[in-house]
């Protein structure tokens, strides 16, 4: 059985540079292998250069645990293993979604129950689903949603008030754009580390 939160080279080096524990959570990227169905369904440009569907995320002894992970967010109990599998690792921060989306209103809402559960725990996404969460009232403290753009509702992305993030081409024109790096450190992403609502990235 695959593990629930797994932590990768970039949030290790996170972890040691803010003294949190910093864990992942992933599924599919764009769409399940086995079963066809999309779990990035507002995926647009971003899709012709997924990082998460090339490198590690494809080979073959990782590629199964993203799938086992998606099929665990389809059952009931998908919440009080989560909850679990977070005390057990004794993660203090958790990215949501190093690879997939939010494919559900249903999906959300056990995310959404996870973190009420684990108050002191900090949970953090990026996100393409933009529709899915403008039409909620109900996101937790706990739990901070970042825009991505390269979607295909980049137009309901408010930039001058929705925490989002860009990708430029260098580093050079990220800060030029006066957006916070979010490539050394993981968190800058997050309200918790960087008050500002533009959070940057660059192509790899």
């Known amino acids: 059985m695959a593990q629930l939160l ?9 972890s ?37 569907q090339k490198g590690a995320y494809i080979w073959s002894n990782v590629k199964p645990a993203f799938v086992e992970r998606y099929e665990a967010t389809k059952r009931d109990d998908f919440v009080d293993r989560m909850v679990l599998e977070v005390q057990r690792k004794k993660a203090q921060m958790v990215r949501v979604h190093d690879s997939g989306d939010y494919y559900s209103r249903a999906y959300i809402d056990k ?20 529709p899915l969460f403008l039409e909620r009232d109900d996101v937790p403290d ?3 949603i970042i825009f991505s753009e390269g979607g295909t509702r980049d137009d309901m992305i408010d930039t001058s008030r929705h925490r989002h993030a860009k990708i430029f081409k260098t580093y050079e024109e990220m800060h030029d754009a006066e957006y916070v790096d979010a490539m050394s450190s993981d968190v800058n992403a997050t309200k ?12 790899h």
């Open 192 to 203: 918790w580390f960087n008050p500002s609502h533009k959070v940057g990235l660059v192509f």
């Open 6 to 14: 797994t932590q990768n080279s970039k949030l290790k080096k996170t």
């Open 16 to 52: 040691k540079a803010i003294g949190l524990k910093v864990m992942n959570f992933g599924i599919p990227a764009l769409v399940d292998p086995d079963s066809g169905r999309r779990t990035c369904p507002f995926a647009g440009a971003c899709a012709k250069f997924c990082y998460a």
């Open 111 to 130: 995310w959404f129950a996870i973190a009420r559960r684990l108050p002191d725990i900090r949970f953090y996404s990026y996100t393409k689903s933009v």
């Open 142 to 144: 706990n739990y901070d």
